[in-house]
């Protein structure tokens, strides 16, 4: 008799453990997510590199269908990637990002038709080495952004159609594609992508665009394309912001400025670098480099606790900001998912150690995250 009681007792005792686990587990209350904060609000995005395309890279992949709703990718979709020699397509990296953001019912940008920094070279020259007709970069232009914007229509929702085409002072970008169309090439490729896709929304996407120079160049070219009843649905601002530059100020002068040119306004390719720039001129100009120097790498070992908290403080006046405009702002996209990952690693630098994005080296979310999904809702 004793046995079987001190059996009941045990049953007993371990019903109550199942039933306490149970109970702490239903108590511990899910922590909210960067894409549930600011549903309803904006998509919060992030770009994605070759290793998590591939899938290689799981614990980034993670967080990205954990915290953010949108993804562009960082530069498998760019034209020189895309179409290396003429005619000849490599859609494999961009299929399986896009079927990716499908599958994970994301929203889907496009990055990018056309821009001067990544075309492969044939793309502006004939067989001789020479600068090709007006007539045939027209019709490459036309051939390349058909081809692809047509390959994704129906699965992704925007694309890039031009990158940073604007200088600084408002003038045009001396490219290939401007010494040999002048500013026409930026029309024709919005009415190209329109052409393959005109349900897909069309943006026009450059950094520095707290410059107040640049602000109008881009505004003079919105008016441009309005008038000539060609579509554009939103400029992209490259938020590749420091410590102390841009303005908070200048920046919302933009978000204000586009957005009354009756186009809406997103926040693409967001990173927040600690360390100093050699020349903050350059803006995000992709070829600036500069010699390494130990004094411009001064954060190898993490950051000191003050630098942290300013850190924490420009990012959430950003969001703040953000959050403001959140009227006419469609998306907010960080430029990686992780610090390891970032291109402020090694530009315009090489070699440096950089903290720009919200989740450190082990994919962990910084604490600012909880500090700006705080702030997500509690703004209506």
Known sequence: MKRVRSHIALGTLAALAVLGILSCTEQAPKEMSLKEAFEGKFHIGTALNVPQILGRDS?????????????????????????????????????????????????????????????????????????????????????????????YKGKIHGWDVVNEAILDDGSYRPSKFYQILGEEFIPLAFEYAHEADPNCELYYNDYSMAVPGKREGVVAMIKMLK?????????????????????????????????????????????????????????????????????????????????????????????????????VITRVTLWGVNDNNSWKNNWPVRGRTDYPLLFDRENKAKPVVARIIEEATKTN
């Open 227 to 327: 008038e000539r009843g060609i579509r554009i649905d939103a400029v992209g601002m490259q938020g590749h912001i420091g410590m102390d530059h841009p303005e908070l100020s200048e920046f919302e002068a933009s978000i204000e400025a586009f957005s009354n040119e009756g186009v809406k306004v997103m926040v693409t390719e967001l990173d927040l670098t600690v360390l100093e720039m050699p020349d903050f001129r350059v803006g995000a100009e992709v070829s600036a480099s500069f010699e390494y120097q130990q004094t411009l790498n001064p954060y190898t070992e993490g950051l000191p606790d003050s630098v942290n908290v300013a850190y924490e403080e420009r990012y959430l006046d950003f969001f703040k900001l953000f959050l403001k405009h959140q009227d």
């Open 59 to 151: 614990a980034a992949i993670k967080v990205v269908k954990e915290h953010f709703g949108a993804i562009v990718a960082e530069n498998c979709m760019k034209s020189g990637p895309m179409q290396p020699t003429e005619g000849n397509f490599e859609f494999e990296l961009a299929d399986q990002f896009v079927e990716f953001g499908v599958e994970n019912n994301m929203h889907i940008t496009g990055h990018t038709l056309i821009w001067h920094s990544q075309a492969p070279r044939w793309f502006f020259t004939d067989e001789e080495g020479n600068d090709v007709s007006p007539e045939v970069l027209k019709e490459r232009m036309r051939t390349h952004i058909h081809t692809v914007v047509k390959r």
